[in-house]
């Protein structure tokens, strides 16, 4: 996902460094589905200035991405790229954490 989803509220989310990294099964394209959904905390410095979002992603390895984070307002001069492992990450698709009623306090 480019932003915080907007859950509970949406300004909530602005405030939010937490991210969803959404896996699908696209071996049959015309029915693709969600096989995982991840937690990806942004960098604290990249949270709190500008209007930062992860632009891309890229494949590097089975369970292992290359993340872009940028600043919509400085891209030239504010732009980080992490390495990202999702091998050992917890799968959040079909838990309580997936779901819209759930909220945080």
Same mark, same amino acid.
């Given at each position: 996902?480019?932003?915080?989803?907007?859950?509970?509220?949406?300004?909530?989310?602005? =405030?939010?460094?937490? /991210?969803?990294?959404?896996?699908? #099964?696209?071996?049959? +394209?015309? &029915?693709?589905?969600?096989?995982?959904?991840?937690?990806?905390?942004?960098?604290?410095?990249?949270?709190?200035?500008?209007?930062?979002?992860?632009?891309?992603?890229?494949?590097? =390895?089975?369970?292992? /991405?290359?993340?872009?984070?940028? #600043?919509?307002?400085? +891209?030239? &001069?504010?732009?980080?790229?992490?390495?990202?492992?999702?091998?050992?990450?917890?799968?959040?698709?079909?838990?309580?954490?997936?779901?819209?009623?759930?909220?945080?306090?």
């Amino acid at each position: 996902m480019q932003s915080p989803a907007d859950n509970p509220t949406t300004k909530i989310s602005k =405030a939010s460094r937490n /991210l969803r990294i959404v896996q699908l #099964d696209i071996s049959r +394209p015309a &029915k693709p589905r969600v096989t995982g959904e991840y937690l990806n905390i942004r960098d604290a410095d990249n949270s709190t200035d500008g209007d930062w979002e992860t632009s891309s992603m890229s494949w590097l =390895a089975p369970g292992q /991405l290359l993340v872009e984070e940028r #600043d919509g307002d400085a +891209p030239t &001069k504010h732009t980080y790229f992490y390495a990202v492992d999702l091998r050992q990450a917890t799968n959040l698709a079909g838990t309580k954490w997936d779901d819209l009623a759930t909220t945080h306090h």
